[in-house]
């Protein structure tokens, strides 16, 4: 379970580093991606589960 919260606040971390160090940039990518179909989001969506997914199993047979 300690894990998980560690996985928690590291990606509170780098959510964090764009809007904090780029605001403009983080406000122009937000526009773009709210300018994008369902379905490209969705996409966008199962690629990072899936490449979330094979680098915890890289990770977890490293």
């Not at 928690?8 to 780098?14: H, S, T």
């Not at 160090?21 to 996409?43: C, N, T, V, Y």
Request: proline share 3%; glycine share 10%; hydrophobic share 60%.
């Amino acid at each position: 379970m300690d894990s998980l919260w560690v996985a928690l606040a590291m990606l509170l971390i780098l959510e964090g580093l764009l809007p904090f160090a780029a605001p403009k940039l983080w406000r122009d990518a937000f526009r773009r991606i709210g300018e994008l179909s369902d379905g490209q989001i969705r996409f966008m969506g199962l690629a990072s589960i899936i490449v979330g997914l094979i680098g915890l199993v890289l990770l977890r047979h490293a």
